[in-house]
């Protein structure tokens, strides 16, 4: 599964971005996608995660719960995410991340889970 982010850029606090991942190959309905974010020196964090069919299953980290939104369009085949009310300690590197039989179930937030990563791209929020 290819991935390939974009949509990231600098935006002063209280902006707004929204994030791409466009998915070169079919999509499966158990199919688990996510975004996460990295800055140096930390971990990579889950973000949002969703089964690309399902619109139903939508799982968000606490920090960001209220202020973004993820999404797909079947017919691009791409995943967004929706990034509003941004804040400083949103800056970070963000990938977009696809779990297709990785058998390593830890979460739906976990990076662990997911075997399929974008190249990320960058969001500066000041």
């Known amino acids: 599964v290819q991935l390939v982010e974009s949509g990231g850029g600098s935006v002063e606090a209280g902006g707004s971005l929204r994030l791409s991942c466009t998915v070169f190959?079919?999509?499966?309905?158990?199919?688990?996608m996510g975004w996460f974010r990295q800055v140096p020196g930390k971990e990579r964090e889950g973000v949002a995660s969703m089964y690309y069919t399902d619109e139903r299953k939508k799982t968000y980290a606490d920090s960001v719960k209220g202020r973004f939104a993820i999404s797909r369009d079947n017919a691009k085949n791409t995943l967004y995410l929706q990034m509003n009310s941004l804040k400083p300690e949103d800056t970070g590197l963000y990938y977009c991340?696809?779990?297709?039989?990785?058998?390593?179930?830890?979460?739906?937030?976990?990076?662990?889970?997911?075997?399929?990563w974008g190249q990320g791209t960058q969001v500066t929020v000041s």
């Open positions: 190959d079919a999509m499966y309905e158990s199919d688990l």
């Open positions: 991340a696809a779990d297709r039989g990785s058998g390593q179930w830890d979460g739906p937030l976990s990076p662990r889970t997911f075997n399929y």
